[in-house]
């Protein structure tokens, strides 16, 4: 004998979200990306899409990485937070500095940090981290969509 638990969740205990609709931009990245597989895999008939979502931290980086470098400029993931060591069962952070932005990049001969936010606000050691390299001649960005990223690339001599 087989029992089927039935789950039932109140309605009025859950949080809706809002159905998430992907930009125009987004989707001119996708089109920009699956063109440049087609040039680089001429023979290949099944070539994948590359889906981007700007709606979350990780998605909006994937997207401002994948359209500087589909643009011919430098860009690097930074990764500051470390990794978890099971034999010292602790966190052992990455050696980089705090503040440092999310991407690194190379945009006309001059640095650009970009950090994004979705949600959450600058940090303390983020502006400083941003003051110190503008003074140095470069520029520190806050990105809170692939489409304000865009807006301000365009300022960028």
Known sequence: MYYIAKWTV?????KQKKRYIKPLSV?????KIFERKKLRYPNNPYIPI??????????????VCAWLQVNGYFAARINTTGNYNAHLEKWVYSGSKKGMADV???INGRHVSIEIKIKDKPLPDQLKVKQEIESAGGLYIFVRS???FLKQIQNIN
């Open 10 to 14: 109140n309605s009025k205990d859950r």
């Open 27 to 31: 989707k001119d990245l996708e089109n």
């Open 50 to 63: 590359t889906k981007f979502r700007d709606d979350t931290a990780n998605g909006l980086t994937k997207c």
């Open 104 to 106: 690194t990049s190379v």
């Open 146 to 148: 692939f489409d304000d």
